[in-house]
């Protein structure tokens, strides 16, 4: 069936660093791609989207490029900020389901 | 616009009482979602509605769980009896028709069973 895979473990970096999370899925037919982000005691709240390969989402400074060569949707900030220490989750729609990762801690230190 | 509403914020209860949540969808959308969310098995998906139809329910853990939509503008989950091990956050999303995978979340309900 389709899933999604985030990289193990949290992140915590720098204010003002570059950040990556990595994000692979395993889908068939042409899924849509999401990342959801959820901040402190709140629900997810979506952050991007792309629905086909070569999209790219983009939100806040964030990126994701869909890329169906390395079935791949890594989610990218280019210069973090406090504020944005929350869980990242990839998400992935395909057969009428969302199917989410376990999510992402990234914590920014001032 | 109201997002999605969900109550109580917090329960505390003890175990094998009955907990009932409480979920207000977004006006004009027709689906709605149950999510659980705990550290060692993250998020998942324990029922969804379409129209008020309970259509995948295969996420629901076992009989002690059920979940009603009576009307398109409130949806609960009961727990009877509650045991220790359904300390959750617990999540109420809904969509509408057209754009699919984009869920808006309510804040959740933090159950906590002693």
């Given amino acids: 069936g389709n899933s999604v ?3 193990e473990g949290p992140v ?3 204010e003002e660093a570059f950040l990556t999370i990595n994000c692979t899925y395993t889908a068939t037919g042409y899924p849509s791609l999401f990342w959801y982000v959820q901040y402190p005691g709140e629900g997810l709240q979506l952050l991007l989207k792309a629905t086909k390969a070569d999209d790219k989402g983009s939100n806040k400074g964030f990126e994701a490029t869909y890329r169906k060569e390395t079935t ?4 990218e900030k280019g210069s973090v900020q406090v504020s944005d220490s929350a869980v990242y989750f990839c998400a992935l729609y395909g057969n009428n389901r969302l199917a989410f990762g376990k ?3 990234v914590v920014v230190i001032p | 616009d109201a997002g999605v509403i969900q109550s109580p914020r917090h329960e505390v209860t003890e175990m094998g009482q009955e907990v009932t949540l409480r ?3 977004i006006s004009g959308h027709d689906y709605l979602f149950w999510y659980r969310q705990t550290m060692m098995r993250g998020l998942e998906l ?3 509605f379409n129209n008020n139809v309970p259509i995948d329910d295969s996420g629901m853990p076992e009989d002690r769980f059920s979940a009603k939509m009576p009307n398109a503008s409130f949806s609960t989950l009961k727990i009877q009896p509650s045991e220790p091990r359904d300390s959750a956050v617990y999540f109420c999303a809904s969509r509408g028709g057209t754009r699919p995978g984009e869920l808006f979340f309510g804040e959740g309900s933090r159950l906590t069973v002693l």
Avoid at chain 1, 72 to 75: D, K
């Fill in chain 1, 72 to 75: 791949s949707f890594h989610l």
């Fill in chain 1, 5 to 7: 895979t985030q990289m």
């Fill in chain 2, 46 to 48: 324990l029922i969804y």
């Fill in chain 2, 23 to 25: 979920c207000k969808p």
């Fill in chain 1, 103 to 105: 999510g992402n801690q």
């Fill in chain 1, 12 to 14: 915590t970096l720098s």
